[in-house]
């Protein structure tokens, strides 16, 4: 592997990382214009996992919209990421493969700056890239919800 190749796949894995960030600050923020725009035109969110929908990402934005209404104070973290871009398997490098684990609080807001949590999950996401002209965008994102606990005692966090 020459050091140009090496380059180019990190710059490939930062640039996906990335991507699978922006897709947690877009939940979090309730951007769904920056959300949408994250997915290819053709791009797929499946969250039939997690007790959700299925469908193209301007359809699954607005039930995710929904959905949040209620909870304006929500985080999205994602851990143990795995990247796997197709470049050693035969094709040109233009897919990849993220999978990560996650971990989601989500709370409705206090008036004195407090949150009272409501729901904490946690899952894992398997997220397919297509590299485009724009730059790496999601072709499909599926959620897998593998524990959820809510709070019994009620406490302020």
Known sequence: MT????????RDRLDLDGLVTDY?????????????????????ADHRGAGGIEGDSGT???W??????????RQHLFVNRRVRLRTWEGDTGDTAEVRTDYVSPVCRGGGDGAAVLDLLSGGRCAFTAVR????????RVVVRETWRARPADGRTV
Do not use: H, I, K, N
């Not at 995710?64 to 104070?73: C, D, I, K, M, N």
């Open 3 to 10: 050091q140009r190749v090496e380059l180019a796949t990190v």
């Open 24 to 44: 947690a600050v877009a939940l979090d923020d309730g951007d769904w214009a920056a959300y949408r725009r994250l997915f290819t035109p053709d791009g797929r």
């Open 60 to 62: 699954v934005a607005a």
């Open 64 to 73: 995710l919209a929904e959905r949040f209404s209620g909870f304006p104070v």
């Open 132 to 139: 485009t002209p724009d730059g790496w965008r999601l072709s």
